[in-house]
């Protein structure tokens, strides 16, 4: 099962600037832990701690989000397109806020 | 007997003549009534209810106003000489039941039955919105009913200058302008209503100035403060449209609270790099509802993992295509015109220079805008999208 992954432009610095990546995986949960493993920094910015989807993040197989279909255990084809749609507000730098 | 009176006596033995009171009786019960009149003529006065389409064009435009063969047409000049040639013609089309009005106007006028003055365009804005007027989806009446339209733009920057700018020019009649910047040299690389000679100046200012001088017709409000808990209620009071083309967490929440609030549709746009996102959050969309901002992304990234184009830059081109996109879907809502981006997003990506559709959910248990739930209040905006990750509890539906 080869699974078409579209990384998000804020998340590209954890997979050194690649903007799409062919993994394997049969449920959107096993594809997520592959992509996981093979960058930096990636788990904490989509997963929270108990593994759940964090409320900033959304995933979609192909059109329809993950949420609507069964979660991260939904099941995956081969030829399958995965996005990763984070929140994104724009230009203001978030961290002087804090 | 002259050629004229020889074809008028052939149209009034073949044309059905009723009295104006009559075609008001008809018009009540459904006919279509229609004024063939010139434009002058109409500006003075026309009757209530009346579709006004001129001798001219009457043939290739009735069609749009009424496209049923079989309803009845009433058809209506001034005197009840021109209708019976008007009459004709719809009769050689294919209407069924063409009739005019004997008397025309002017015995409208004197039975005392309904008259309006119709909002019409003058010379120079038939000049200026003759493109728009071309197509049948706008026309006279999509363009007044611009000219009429009240729109509020979150943010005169990236995504408010393109948005604002063809909004201006396509005569949208009142623009709202929301921003408490000034202007930095950093931000003409795309933020195209300002000039080299704004930096410095508040950006309402110089947005106004270039928004009048492209359409001296439109008028600008402006709101040099910051949205905040205390002012968005009295600032978001009378418009149609909300364009959020802000730039940070806490007013992208801030106004979709109120959007949702009030019921207002809130086109929303945001860039990143080379990435931007489209749609229209609108979850009293009378029929179909769509998902508000907070079913999509119930909590925002704390700010140590938000994504900032302060930070990381954003290509100057890209906010004129996702701001042009949303001046397009407020022109789109504002007319009823074709199929808003409702429950659908729009992802760009314009490396690949590819767009990607994607179809948001409703969240039917969401606290602010689920069905039959109370507007729960603003919050805390700035605190809320400062927690800390550790607090932020996990969507619960993986």
New interface residues.
């Given amino acids: 099962m080869t699974i078409t992954v579209?990384i998000?432009?804020?998340l590209r610095p954890c997979t050194d600037g690649a903007?799409e990546l062919a993994l394997e995986g049969r449920t959107v949960r096993e594809v997520l832990d592959r992509l996981i493993a093979s960058s930096h920094g990636l788990g904490?910015?989509v997963l929270?701690?108990?593994?759940?989807?964090?409320?900033?993040v959304?995933v979609?197989v192909g059109?329809?989000?993950?949420?609507?279909l069964q979660?991260?255990d939904t099941p995956v084809q081969d030829g399958d397109v995965l996005?990763i749609?984070?929140?994104?507000?724009?230009?203001?730098?978030?961290?002087r806020?804090? | 007997m002259s050629a004229k009176d020889k074809r008028l006596g052939e149209l009034k033995a073949a044309i059905p003549e009723v009295t104006p009171r009559e075609a008001e009786a008809l018009r009540q019960r459904g006919a279509a009534l229609v004024d063939v009149r010139e434009p002058d003529e109409v500006a003075q006065g026309s009757a209530t209810g009346a579709l006004r389409l001129v001798r001219g064009f009457l043939e290739l435009r009735i069609e749009d106003a009424v496209p049923d063969l079989d309803r009845t047409v009433l058809v209506m000049c001034a005197g009840g000489v021109r209708s019976l040639f008007a009459a004709e013609g719809l009769r050689r089309m294919g209407y069924t039941d063409v009739r005019s009005v004997g008397g025309g106007f002017t015995r409208w006028k004197q039975d005392g039955l309904p008259v309006e003055v119709p909002a019409t365009l003058d010379a120079a804005a038939r000049e200026r919105y003759a493109r728009h007027l071309l197509m049948p989806e706008v026309g006279e009446e999509g363009q007044l009913k611009l000219l009429d339209s009240r729109v509020l733009l979150i943010?005169a920057?990236?995504?408010g200058s393109p948005a604002a700018y063809y909004l201006a020019a396509a005569g949208v009649g009142t623009l709202g302008l929301v921003d408490d910047d000034v202007v930095d040299r950093s931000n003409l690389q795309r933020q195209i209503l300002h000039t080299d000679r704004d930096v410095g100046r508040p950006k309402v200012e110089s947005a106004r100035e270039a928004l009048e001088a492209l359409n001296p017709a439109v008028k600008v409000r402006t709101f040099a403060e910051r949205l905040s808990s205390a002012n968005v209620d009295a600032i978001f009071d009378g418009w149609d449209v909300v364009v959020d083309?802000?730039?940070?967490?806490?007013?992208?929440y801030l106004v979709n609270d109120a959007c949702v609030k009030l019921g207002l549709p809130n086109v929303h746009g945001?860039?990143?790099?080379?990435?931007g996102?489209v749609t229209v959050f609108w979850p009293r969309r009378p029929g179909q509802p769509g998902p508000c901002y907070r079913c999509?992304?119930?909590?925002?990234?704390p700010?140590?993992?938000?994504?900032?184009?302060?930070?990381?830059g954003?290509l100057g081109v890209l906010p004129g295509v996702i701001g042009t996109l949303e001046a397009v879907e407020t022109i789109k809502l504002l007319l009823g015109l074709g199929d808003p981006l409702v429950g659908r997003?729009l992802?760009y990506?314009a490396?690949?220079q590819r767009f990607?559709?994607?179809?948001?959910?409703r969240d039917p248990s969401c606290a602010w805008c689920g069905e039959g739930r109370p507007f729960p209040g603003y919050v805390d905006y700035?605190g809320f999208?400062?927690a800390r990750?550790?607090t932020?509890?996990?969507?619960?539906?993986?």
Avoid: H, W
């Fill in positions: 579209r998000p432009a804020p903007d904490e910015r929270a701690g108990d593994g759940a989807l964090r409320p900033f959304n979609y059109r329809q989000d993950v949420r609507g979660g991260l996005s749609v984070p929140a994104v507000a724009g230009g203001r730098p978030e961290r806020r804090a | 943010g920057g990236g995504l083309g802000s730039d940070n967490f806490p007013t992208r945001s860039i990143f790099r080379f990435d996102q999509l992304y119930p909590e925002p990234p700010p140590e993992l938000a994504p900032s184009c302060a930070e990381a954003v997003m992802v990506d490396l690949r990607t559709e994607l179809e948001l959910r700035e999208c400062s990750t550790a932020s509890p996990a969507k619960t539906a993986t």
